[in-house]
C-alpha cells in the first residue's frame, strides 16, 4: 500500500518503516529496513523520561567502555553532547569538496 505520509513520519522516527505492507511508491517497496527489536525499546512519555533513560544509559555504557560523541552541530549533538561527562573526546567533520 502507498501512504508516503505514513512512511515519512514512520522513517523519521524509527530509522525505518514499520509495516512491512507500506511503500513510498508503487513497486519502491523497501527491503533493507530493520525495525529495531521491541525488547530493546525504552519507552518515554516526557523529556524528563528522555533525559534519564540517556543519563541510564550512557552509565551503563561507561562500565565497559570509554565514550565518545560525533558532533553535527545539530541539535541532536548538542542534546546528546549535553549529557556526555566532561572531557568525553568529541569530533566533527567538515566537508570541503563536491558539487
Same mark, same amino acid.
Given at each position: 500500500?502507498?501512504?508516503?505520509? !505514513? *512512511?515519512?513520519?514512520?522513517?523519521? @522516527?524509527?530509522? *525505518?518503516? &514499520?509495516?512491512?505492507?507500506?511503500?513510498?511508491?508503487e /513497486?519502491? $517497496? $523497501?527491503?533493507?529496513?530493520? +525495525?529495531?527489536p521491541?525488547?530493546?525499546? &525504552?519507552l518515554v512519555? =516526557? @523529556?524528563?523520561?528522555?533525559?534519564?533513560?540517556? #543519563?541510564?544509559?550512557f552509565e551503563?555504557?561507561? #562500565?565497559?567502555? #570509554?565514550l /565518545?560523541i560525533m558532533?553535527s552541530?545539530?541539535?541532536?549533538? @548538542? *542534546?546528546?553532547? @549535553? !549529557?556526555?561527562? +566532561?572531557?568525553?573526546?568529541?569530533? =566533527? !567533520?567538515? !566537508?570541503? /569538496?563536491?558539487v
Amino acid at each position: 500500500m502507498v501512504d508516503k505520509n !505514513f *512512511c515519512m513520519s514512520s522513517y523519521l @522516527a524509527f530509522r *525505518c518503516i &514499520i509495516k512491512d505492507d507500506m511503500e513510498f511508491a508503487e /513497486g519502491l $517497496h $523497501h527491503t533493507l529496513d530493520v +525495525p529495531y527489536p521491541e525488547d530493546k525499546k &525504552i519507552l518515554v512519555k =516526557t @523529556a524528563d523520561d528522555i533525559a534519564n533513560a540517556y #543519563k541510564k544509559l550512557f552509565e551503563e555504557k561507561e #562500565k565497559d567502555v #570509554k565514550l /565518545g560523541i560525533m558532533l553535527s552541530g545539530g541539535m541532536d549533538s @548538542a *542534546c546528546l553532547a @549535553a !549529557f556526555m561527562k +566532561p572531557g568525553t573526546d568529541a569530533y =566533527t !567533520f567538515r !566537508f570541503l /569538496g563536491g558539487v
